[in-house]
């Protein structure tokens, strides 16, 4: 199961720090990615990071913004979001590959096998 949480509401130009926790697979742990829904809009990637944490992947919209992490030993993945945007709003959700890389097809929702049930983020102007 992957459990996000971190979520909030938070003025424009302020920060959140989203949590993915691990259990029950943790033996089949791959790559973890980041995605967004805002309503009425697909399902975005947001960031991928690999099953070592030595590659990251961000979208362009959040490039600069966020950072993705994570501590194996907890077997949590994190996302520091800072100088959040209104248009940053959205349900974050967390997934794992079976995969031990993001690759490039990090952004594709269809190539992850688990998914967490997903935590709001509201930025207000």
């Known amino acids: 199961q992957l459990q996000a949480s971190g979520g909030g509401l938070v003025q424009a130009g302020g920060s959140l720090r989203l949590s993915c926790a691990a259990s029950?697979?943790?033996?089949?742990?791959?790559?973890i990615g980041w995605f967004r829904q805002a309503p009425g809009k697909e399902r975005e990637g947001v960031s991928c990071i690999s099953s070592s944490g030595g590659h990251t992947y961000y979208a362009d919209s959040v490039k600069g913004r966020f950072t993705i992490s994570r501590d194996n030993a907890k077997n949590t993945v994190y996302l520091q979001m800072n100088s959040l945007k209104p248009e940053d709003t959205a349900v974050y959700y967390c997934?794992?590959?079976?995969?031990?890389?993001?690759?490039?097809?990090?952004?594709?929702?269809?190539?992850?096998?688990?998914w967490g049930q997903g935590t709001q983020v509201t930025v207000s102007s």
């Open positions: 997934a794992a590959k079976r995969g031990l890389l993001c690759g490039g097809t990090w952004p594709n929702k269809g190539v992850y096998a688990y």
């Open positions: 029950g697979l943790t033996s089949d742990l791959g790559a």
